[in-house]
């Protein structure tokens, strides 16, 4: 009979899919800190870098620490919940809510006994018009109506900087995912303020201005 797989390993499973949507948006970064904590071998390391693509990245990374057991999950779970991480990827919150010190009892338990409405319905709060945070499916819609200035839009509308475009650039060979990638990145980068209304302001003013008719959605009442 098979031995049942460590608490730590059930979790990372379980996250896996959720994690990857969240930490490709700088899948770099997470690679720096889990390497700064010794969670993957030298060989481990180099072969997630060489991946081309943030959500390749993310999904080895993950395949990685799983592959070397209990000790290197426990130790992603806690680097998650580090404020570092917290901040540069505020949809990790609900990492907060899991009691790590108690995975390795084989009992994974929450922090609180009643889910906040956070936790239920993460970053997609009850709002008004364009009050919410902005959802991807929208980022998505929106990436398709930005042409060729999607560059001077990111560096002038979203204030995202020359590097970190042109590294999304190198890791997205087709143009409407080097779009979403750059609205995800301004997404995360702006946390609480990356609302649907913010975004449909920016994108309405100066020279990049986009048509009222492709962004006015973003307004719309969910």
């Known amino acids: 009979m098979a031995e049942e797989p ?6 990372l499973r379980s996250l896996k899919v959720k994690l990857i949507e969240i930490l490709s948006a700088d899948a770099d970064f997470v690679l ?15 072969r997630v870098k060489a991946c081309r693509f943030p959500s390749e990245k993310v999904t ?6 799983i592959q070397r057991g209990p000790e290197a999950a426990r130790g992603l779970l806690k680097l998650l919940n580090e404020h570092a991480l917290q901040e540069t990827f505020p949809m990790l919150c609900f990492i907060k809510d ?18 906040d409405l956070q936790e239920i ?4 709060q009850i709002c008004k018009k364009g009050s919410c945070l902005v959802q991807e499916k929208q980022l998505m819609t929106v990436a398709r109506t930005i042409g060729r200035s999607w560059r001077e839009i990111g560096r002038l509308a979203l204030e995202i900087s020359t590097v970190k475009i042109e590294q999304i650039e190198e890791d997205n060979s ?14 995360t980068c702006q946390r609480e303020k990356a609302t649907a209304a913010n975004l449909h302001s920016l994108l309405s003013q100066g020279d990049w201005a986009l048509p009222p008719e492709s962004i006015d959605f973003l307004l719309e009442m969910k």
């Open 6 to 11: 460590a608490a730590e390993i059930q979790l």
């Open 98 to 115: 899991l009691d790590i010190n108690t995975v390795s009892s084989g009992i994974i338990k929450r922090k609180r006994e009643t889910p």
């Open 32 to 46: 720096q800190q889990a390497d700064s904590r010794c969670l993957l071998s030298v060989h481990g390391y180099q």
């Open 60 to 65: 080895d990374l993950l395949d990685l620490i």
């Open 121 to 124: 319905i993460p970053s997609k």
């Open 174 to 187: 087709i143009h409407v995912e080097r779009v979403f990638a750059m609205l995800r990145y301004w997404s």
